[in-house]
């Protein structure tokens, strides 16, 4: 059975500052992990979805939205059946819950299948 | 950016009522649309994609068909599990874009 668990989130306070960093996981199992490309997807409460992330399944091909590039980074172990998503500068508006999601083949336009549970990131100042 | 726009944003159907969804892309996209239910407090579900191809596992109430910039959501008999909020995503271009959403309640 594909598993994608998502982790790391949480409430993350500013106070003014713009270091604060999170670093969320998304543990995968039940497939091949390293056979297939990867995304982020955001969805603030109360609002639609937002893709944020793309990762091919041997990390050569690398996409993000422009609401985070620049701030967040995009990563994976394939030995450990893991993807990552380093979110540094931290605003008000990336509250959100975060899913992992798996493209179906690891090609450049890839639809997703299997999506995670999410984890909720909630930034405040 | 590829907009995404979907009509309506909200319906009520009752149970057994066909409901039909459309999408329309702001630019060409062939047939890389992908349509995807959500449930309150739960994950999204990917329910097709290439317009019209059915993930594995789900039932053949739900259909898509469209190509281009226009594209639609159907589900032929519309039951209690059946209401949630769908989304279309183009996966034509990077950035990918979702639609805003469509909230199907019971009426």
């Known amino acids: 059975e594909v598993q994608l668990v998502e982790s790391g989130g949480g409430l993350v306070q500013t106070g003014g500052s713009l270091r604060l960093s999170l670093r969320l996981s998304c543990a995968a199992s039940g497939f091949i992990f390293s056979n297939y490309s990867m995304n982020w997807v955001r969805q603030a409460p109360g609002k639609g979805l937002e893709w944020i992330s793309y990762?091919?399944?041997?990390?050569?091909?690398?996409y993000y939205a422009d609401s985070v590039k620049g701030r967040f980074t995009i990563s994976r172990d394939n030995s450990e059946n893991s993807l990552y998503l380093q979110m540094n500068s931290l605003r008000d508006d990336d509250t959100a819950m975060y899913y992992c999601?798996?493209?179906?083949?690891?090609?450049?336009?890839?639809?997703?299948?299997?999506w995670g549970q999410g984890t909720l990131v909630t930034v405040s100042s | 950016d590829i907009q995404m726009t979907q009509s309506p944003s909200s319906l009520s159907a009752s149970v057994g009522d066909r409901v039909t969804i459309t999408c329309r892309a702001s630019?060409?996209?062939?047939?890389?649309l992908a349509w995807f239910q959500q449930k309150p407090g739960k994950a999204p579900k990917s329910l097709i994609y290439a317009a019209s191809t059915l993930q594995s596992g789900v039932p053949s109430k739900f259909s898509g068909s469209g190509s281009g910039t226009d594209f639609t959501l159907t589900i032929s008999s519309l039951q209690p599990e059946d209401f949630a909020t769908y989304y279309c995503?183009?996966?034509?271009?990077?950035?990918?874009?979702f639609g805003g959403g469509t909230k199907v309640g019971i009426k």
């Open positions: 990762i091919s399944s041997s990390s050569d091909i690398i």
């Open positions: 995503q183009q996966y034509n271009n990077y950035p990918l874009t």
């Open positions: 999601a798996r493209g179906i083949r690891n090609r450049a336009k890839d639809p997703f299948d299997y």
């Open positions: 630019q060409g996209i062939s047939k890389y």
